[in-house]
């Protein structure tokens, strides 16, 4: 049984420092159950490497993302494409194109309803200076688009670049949102590949970031197919693939299979990172050579530290942006290693008392333009995961 905890926090946006979390009951057609868990306090349990979760964040992971000076220009060439789903290589994995700065910073979240809680973790996001946003879709359960759009600029205001992929609570009122992102983009320079998104698919190059969007109806061949095309000829050194909807084997919740795993594979082999919401919250998988199976990277199996290039990545869900949170059902126990096949690298859930927040990536670290780092920070200012990436 899934359980939601709705935290109603004090419409503190940019200073964020919450005292307790008042349990909230009530209805999400996305499969949310009835109920509730009392928590808000500090993130425990399920810390990579074994430790306890719920490090309190004085000084974030560099948190401001300030440029460190270093060298510049593209790292080296990497390997050539896998095997990928559905025929030839994805492309050679990103050669040489690198972010158009050092510590770039991008913050990622879906799931968020339009109220104080998604306020507040849009306020993370400013707080820690993230470059741009990724919205993992679902972003308002009224279908109310305007409310979304009226609370996200009270914090980041209209010209703040974020972009979004679609999700399930957003497929009947789609046209609205396409139309703020695109307009975002136009402000922020870019041209997406196709200025139509109705058909819930597009891909932008963005400081460098080469960003792959596809809509949740991945079991046709559509979007696998997309996604091959769209890298196929890209050389940036990072690739990010953004959807809404997961596979069962995807998520440690209770859904079900939604996607296909022609979008996993696809965006796999072509060395990209996989950014997906719709379950309601925090979690990771180690390094995967074989999404369908959950396959870890032996040569690369530190769940602190994951490796990116062709044939190899992982995946990220990142739902906790403010609607409700929800309970861990697959892979126990609820504590590292966890179960399954020990695919999980990190799971922030209900049951190691997770609150809102987000996933941030700050790319081209250590003037090393190969390099990354990310962390999950919430809105108790707790900085619950931290890991390493490294870029073939």
Known sequence: MQRRIDYL?????????????????????????????SSGGAASGGAAGGGSGGTSAGGSSGAGGAASGGASGAGGASGGGGTGVGGAGTGGGGAGIPPDKQ????????????????????????????????????????????????????????????????????????????TEYKSRMQKAGIAPDDPDFTDEKFSIVYRGIKIVFVGQNGKNTEFADYI?????????????????????????????????????????????????????????????????????????????????GP???????????????????????????????????FIYTSNQNATYGTVFIDFYVNGDPKQAKAYFKNVQNQIVDEFDITKD
């Open 228 to 308: 091959k095309a769209q890298f196929a000829t890209d050389d940036h050194i990072w690739r990010l693939c953004v959807w809404h909807k997961n596979q069962q084997a995807m998520q440690v919740g209770g859904k079900g299979n939604e996607m296909g795993w022609g979008v996993y594979e696809n965006c796999r082999d072509a060395g990209a990172i996989i950014l997906t919401a719709h379950e309601h919250s925090y979690h990771r998988t180690r390094t995967l050579t074989d999404m369908t199976n959950q396959v870890v990277d032996s040569t690369c199996s530190d769940p602190k530290k994951v490796c990116v």
């Open 103 to 178: 510590n770039l910073r991008v913050a990622f979240f879906g799931d968020t309803s339009s109220g104080t809680n998604f306020k507040n973790v849009l306020g993370v996001a400013m707080a820690d200076k993230a470059d741009f946003i990724l919205g993992g879709g679902d972003y308002d359960y009224s279908y109310n688009p305007s409310a979304w759009l009226t609370a996200m600029n009270s914090v980041v205001g209209a010209d703040y670049p974020i972009f979004g992929a679609v999700g399930n609570h957003d497929h009947t009122t789609w046209e609205p949102y396409a």
């Open 311 to 345: 044939g190899r990545t992982f995946a990220v869900v990142s739902g906790l942006g403010g609607n409700s949170v929800r309970d861990q059902e697959r892979c126990l126990p609820s504590t590292f290693p966890y179960g399954c096949k020990q695919e999980w690298g």
């Open 9 to 37: 926090v004090p419409a503190v946006v940019l200073a964020i420092g919450l005292g307790g979390a008042a349990v909230s009951c009530g209805s999400d057609d996305d499969g949310g159950g009835s109920g509730g868990q």
